[in-house]
């Protein structure tokens, strides 16, 4: 009795040596399994990491790029504000400014009367005595002006 009781303490020992040694294995299998997928999860990770870094920077860019263009279409819609304004009030006083520039151009229109009259007259008077001077160079061309005022004197 005593010896089937020792072979059935050894065939329990090797039973359960053999099941500790196929949980052990499969327990190196599950850490290998395990560690594989941790391993797997940090290059997905990086990844990702990469491509987050990547669009932030894009996005980034994207960003600044667009404020500039608002910025400079902000401007330009300022300036179209401004010379609209501009418009409109010319558009509103046009009457009035039309009125100025017709006084304004009846004032030089009446300058020009008033000067165009002694003009003639001071242009008429120089050809006259132009032709003058031209008729008495021709009559007395001769006579020598240096000699004549040093006689004179």
Not at 6 to 16: E, G, H, K, M
Not at 34 to 60: C, G, I, P, R
Not at 138 to 144: E, L
Request: charged share 40%.
């Amino acid at each position: 009795m005593k010896r089937i009781f020792d072979d059935q303490l050894i065939a329990a020992n090797r039973t359960f040596e053999r099941k500790f040694a196929d949980m052990a294995e499969s327990f190196s299998e599950e850490v290998e399994r395990y560690n594989q997928m941790f391993a797997d999860s940090q290059k997905d990770l990086l990844y990702w990491k990469d491509m987050f870094v990547d669009l932030d920077t894009k996005f980034k860019e994207y960003v600044t790029k667009s404020e500039r263009y608002i910025k400079e279409k902000d401007g330009q819609l300022l300036e179209l504000r401004e010379e609209a304004q501009e418009m409109a009030y010319k558009y509103e006083n046009h009457g009035k400014i039309f009125k100025e520039e017709k006084d304004r151009a009846d004032q030089y229109e009446k300058l020009y009367t008033e000067l165009k009259t002694p003009y003639d007259d001071l242009k008429k008077e120089a050809h006259r005595l132009k032709l003058n001077l031209v008729k008495y160079e021709q009559k007395y061309g001769f006579i020598d002006i240096g000699k004549l005022h040093e006689q004179v004197a």
